[in-house]
């Protein structure tokens, strides 16, 4: 699947923002899996056009360039073109309406590790600096972390950590005193669903494990942001998962959540794994590198879909 980077900066005064965004494209060019990424860019972000660009452009990665402050927030600009701080708050809720799809934030910018912090609740790696960091030493990082990124990687290494550490060696190399700035901070649910993935592929624990209720939910969620529950979808993904449509006549013309809820409990009841095994391998590419996909890594394992 192809990463999106999208790159945001704001409020330059001085700083080297342009050489930053060459250095990274000049790291994704070199790189031996180049035709993974897709970059674009927005310059002098105002908080609506953060908002807009996230909705419009559904990257994988964010990379944000520009100041931050002490308490946490950016420095953004207003409609018109004055200074405007935005808080890590409302940056953190905006990030929430599009965790199903950004994996990854990097906020290169000095004093933002609260603010990443504050985001690390809603998506699975955030990237920030815990004190003012120079331009040579963040343009280094940025440039270790991309590379990094286009790195042939065996698939059980976990990409953007390898990734945050070569960015930490880029910077050692330039100026060793500023290598501890730069923070990674993982979403606390990450850890939690990669453990449950773990445990539940040991050969100790039996495959075809039950699904529990909170699988169930999950499943019914996930249909339902998918936007494959829409009533003109839905004779295409009975097909796709190997169902007869006329199996589902009784729910066909539900809404769309109730849709999602009678069939994920329509399979559950009748004990169709390999449908729901189907179901969720269409689930996981709309999902992917998201932080709803490691609660379907947990589905999938329990279920030991081939």
């Known amino acids: 699947m192809q990463q999106k980077v999208l790159i945001l900066t704001a409020i330059p005064h001085g700083l080297r923002l342009d050489q ?24 002098a972000v105002r908080p609506q056009d953060i908002r807009r660009a996230l909705a419009e452009e559904r990257p994988q990665i964010v990379h944000f360039c520009g100041h931050g402050l002490e308490d946490g ?26 965790a ?6 990097l906020l290169n910018a000095c004093h933002s590790a609260k603010l990443a912090e504050a985001i690390s609740q809603y998506i699975n790696y955030v990237i920030g600096m815990n004190q003012e960091i120079k331009d040579k030493p963040a343009i280094a990082f940025a440039q270790g972390f991309y590379d990094a990124l286009g790195y042939e990687n ?17 910077i050692q190399l330039e100026e060793i005193t500023q290598a501890q700035i730069p923070v990674l901070i993982k979403n606390k649910a990450l850890s939690q669903s990669k453990s449950i993935v773990n445990s539940q592929i040991s050969p100790e624990l039996e495959a075809n ?3 529990n209720d909170i699988d169930i939910e999950t499943l019914r969620e ?19 998962i ?16 109730d849709f999602a809820v009678e069939l994920i409990d329509l399979l559950h009841k009748r004990r169709l ?12 590419s709309d999902f992917q590198g998201g932080r709803y996909s490691y609660k379907l890594g947990a589905i999938v394992a329990k279920l030991n879909c081939q």
């Open 73 to 98: 927030s950016l420095l953004l600009e207003d409609d018109g073109g004055s200074d405007k701080p935005v808080s890590g708050e409302g940056l953190a809720q905006l990030f929430k309406l599009h």
């Open 154 to 170: 065996p698939d059980n290494i976990d990409i953007f950590p390898r990734a945050f550490d070569e960015g930490l060696v880029a």
């Open 273 to 284: 794994e390999r449908v729901i095994c189907k179901l969720c391998k269409k689930l996981e």
């Open 20 to 43: 930053e965004f060459r250095e990274i494209e000049s790291a994704i060019r070199r790189a031996a899996r180049r035709d993974k990424f897709e970059i674009r860019m927005r310059t």
């Open 100 to 105: 199903n799809y950004v994996n990854c934030v």
């Open 242 to 257: 190997g169902l007869n449509p006329g199996e589902m006549s009784a729910i066909w013309l539900l809404s769309d959540n």
């Open 209 to 211: 494990q039950e699904l």
């Open 222 to 240: 996930l249909l339902q942001l998918s936007g494959r529950a829409a009533s003109e979808r839905r004779r295409a993904l009975s097909i796709e």
